[in-house]
């Protein structure tokens, strides 16, 4: 959990943008977050993507029902768009709102807060989404926080590669060469750079990838651990359950039994 720190004039090197037509709901969210992050504020969801578009935060808190657009909707257009589709996002939405969680995953959807929720369930959204982000460039917390230059010189090759996984995440019949497809190497090229960056496979750097997704899903109580599964492309239960287990020590089911008996 991120402890709260003095106000200083260092400038604080993690962006999040909070997009919401309450202002008071932005108000708070400012409070709890401009303790450790700059924060940015957009009143609705085409001024959202806009903000997006132009100052690339590192993450962005939206609510779901806002005029011009709402947070599927804008959503849906970051993930199309080549320079934003790699940004992590939190859903804001009202247990009583009419929502699809899985329809709202597969639109590129990292994780959802459900309101009312609290300055800690709100810390641990952002903190576990930036880490499985470090995590997914090969990188810990506090690097990402620092803002290396190896990360700014291989930014465009992660986040090519990370927006695809985020798209195929639910294909459970996603190849090594799909990847290198898609970011026009030959799969011998695609396997050396992985060994670069990451020092294990293409494979097993999917499966973590795809690990990291379900284990957030599943604190979020986003579906039961079929559910899960499906939407990070495990097709048979057993096996993610077992990779599931070899990589955290903890089954799928006890993260879920421990998350609603916490809730």
Known sequence: MISPQPQSHTP???HILIVDDS??????????????YHVSEAKNGREGLQMALDSKPDLII??????ELNGYQMVSAIRENADIAHLPTIMLTTIDTEFNELEGYRLGVDAYL???????????R??????????????NFSQSEAGLGTYEVERSFDEKLEYFLKRELANANLKVKHL??????????????????????????IREFRLHHAIS??????????????????DNISYFSLCFREKFGISPSEVLQAETASA
Request: hydrophobic letters at 40%; one cysteine or more; a positive charge.
């Open 12 to 14: 604080k090197p993690v």
């Open 23 to 36: 202002r008071l709901i932005r108000s708070l969210l400012r409070v709890v977050l401009e303790q450790d």
């Open 62 to 67: 939206t609510d779901l029902m806002m005029p």
């Open 114 to 124: 459900l309101k009312p929720f609290t300055k800690e369930q709100l810390v641990v």
């Open 126 to 139: 952002v903190d576990n989404l930036l880490r499985n982000r470090a995590l997914a460039y090969g990188l």
């Open 180 to 205: 290198a497809d898609y970011l026009s190497m030959s799969v011998s090229t695609f396997e050396r750079r992985i060994k670069e960056h990451y020092e294990t496979t293409p494979k097993i750097f």
């Open 217 to 234: 899903l599943l604190k979020a109580r986003s579906s039961n651990v079929s559910g899960v599964a499906r939407a990070c492309g495990f």
